[in-house]
């Protein structure tokens, strides 16, 4: 992330966003189960709120300092953060009941990066857990806060095909005037 970016997802302001309208949306109606798994966390601010609602826990993220500083910030035992790829989880087959992902995806450098971590999702998911999640829609503000930075947006239009064909079932994609969320399920079959 630019230093902007930084600044922006380690602010208060960000946090009161995420609490208030992000997490509440995402997370409306859904059964997380007992042991979440959050890609891409960044400084934490949706962690920090995940952490106190989930019994267990486990962030990743690619970038080693921010791994290090929130495993230091939240350090608990139903807590864990891990330097990791998303695209290539170093959990088990069949892991967790949950997997989230939040203002993310676009971080990616490519479609098939975010396919890969969809496919990830899917693999480390136990059968009929749910993968769910939010990101930007692709609009000239979002463009300016990535200067110099990766940015490739979700399409919403096409994120259920793709979510289908990483092996979810039952998926749902719907925006609002700020993003877009999904959520989607590994069969349990
Ligand atoms: C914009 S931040 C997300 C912040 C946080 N989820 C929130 O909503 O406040 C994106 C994060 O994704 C991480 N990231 C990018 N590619 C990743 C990958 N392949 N695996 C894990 N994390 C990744 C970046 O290091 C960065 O910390």
Redesign the pocket.
């Known amino acids: 992330?630019n230093q902007q970016?930084l600044e922006l997802?380690s602010s208060a302001e960000?946090a009161e966003t995420?609490s208030r309208f992000?997490i509440p949306w995402v997370l409306d109606d859904l059964e997380l189960g007992d042991n979440v798994l959050e890609?891409?966390?960044?400084?934490g601010?949706?962690t920090e709120v995940l952490v106190a609602m989930v019994p267990r826990l486990t962030a990743?993220?690619?970038?080693e300092g921010?791994a290090a500083s929130l495993a230091q910030r939240l350090a608990g035992p139903t807590f864990e953060a891990i330097n990791?790829?998303?695209?290539a989880l170093p959990q088990e087959d069949e892991t967790f009941s949950a997997v989230l992902s939040?203002?993310?995806l676009h971080?990616?450098p490519t479609a098939e990066?975010q396919d890969a971590?969809f496919s990830e999702a899917a693999r480390v998911l136990r059968r009929g857990g749910v993968f769910a999640g939010t990101d930007s829609l692709d609009r000239p503000e979002f463009r300016e806060l990535h200067v110099d930075d990766i940015c490739v947006p979700i399409d919403p239009s096409t994120l259920g095909d793709r979510l289908n064909r990483a092996g979810f079932e039952g998926v749902q994609v719907e925006t609002n005037d700020f993003g877009l969320r999904f959520r989607a399920w590994r069969p349990k079959n």
Do not use: E, K, N
Not at 84 to 87: H, L, Q, R, S, W
């Open positions: 992330m970016h997802c960000w995420v992000i890609v891409g966390p960044g400084p601010r949706t990743v993220d690619l970038d921010l990791a790829d998303a695209t939040f203002t993310m971080h990616l990066a971590v």
